[in-house]
T-cell receptor
Framework: LAKTTQPISMDSYEGQEVNITCSHN???????ITWYQQFPSQGPRFIIQ???TKVTNEVASLFIPADRKSSTLSLPRVSLSDTAVYYC???????????????FGAGTRLAVHP | DAGVIQSPRHEVTEMGQEVTLRCKPI?????LFWYRQTMMRGLELLIY????????DSGMPEDRFSAKMPNASFSTLKIQPSEPRDSAVYFC?????????????FGPGTRLLVL
């Protein structure tokens, strides 16, 4: 299973765009890249998932270069409520049971300041 | 839908006592997962069920931990006897199906403190 590396923490200010880059050098052909968000005292929450190029939803964008060895989560115009831990995961299909095994790393602690 | 429901939200117990954590997955979801989160080890998968059947329990730390899913709407994680190193936040998650692109929905967690 591919390991991910991302910054331990980041700081930003309200209204700024935040980009969190994750490296996953040994990603496999069938793996997807998934990002989760976790607020204090809550469970992780799915944000976005992608395989290649760019994916955008109402919350964020995910940029994946052609070699797929890294990915960047982009949060447009962050607010104080975006303060959370962001986890980058490489999601591999486990053939025994056919479920998607989520391996959580340490995550990136994002602090948004007024 | 109410989402994944866990109880209790907080549990404080003494070493040696039995602890039972409960989870109600989202209705219709076939997969249920139990995770544990600590500062030292982060978020780690303990066990998961598919259609009420335990499929992979390789993450269960030792025999003191057991999990059951008697029906599609209820699962328990039991620790007997509990130890201080079991102190953590325990999350339950469920997904509609298995496989990539199936989102796992997490509950609010149970914060366990073993004294």
């Amino acid at each position: 299973l591919a390991k991910t590396t991302q910054p331990i923490s980041m700081d930003s200010y309200e209204g700024q765009e935040v980009n969190i880059t994750c490296s996953h050098n040994n990603i496999a052909t069938n793996d997807y890249i998934t990002w989760y968000q976790q607020f204090p005292s809550q469970g992780p929450r799915f944000i976005i998932q992608g395989y290649k190029t760019k994916v955008t939803n109402e919350v964020a964008s995910l940029f994946i270069p052609a070699d797929r060895k890294s990915s960047t989560l982009s949060l447009p115009r962050v607010s104080l409520s975006d303060t959370a831990v962001y986890y980058c995961l490489v999601e591999a299909l486990m053939f025994s049971g056919g479920y998607n095994k989520l391996i959580f790393g340490a995550g990136t602690r994002l602090a948004v300041h007024p | 839908d109410a989402g994944v429901i866990q109880s209790p939200r907080h549990e404080v117990t003494e070493m040696g006592q039995e602890v039972t954590l409960r989870c109600k997955p989202i209705s219709g979801h076939d997969y249920l997962f139990w995770y544990r989160q600590t500062m030292m080890r982060g978020l780690e998968l303990l066990i998961y069920f598919n259609n009420n059947v335990p499929i992979d329990d390789s993450g269960m730390p030792e025999d003191r931990f057991s999990a059951k899913m008697p029906n599609a709407s209820f699962s328990t994680l039991k620790i007997q006897p509990s130890e201080p190193r079991d102190s953590a936040v325990y999350f339950c998650a469920s997904s509609l199906l298995g496989g990539i692109q199936e989102t796992q929905y997490f509950g609010p967690g149970t914060r366990l403190l073993v004294l």
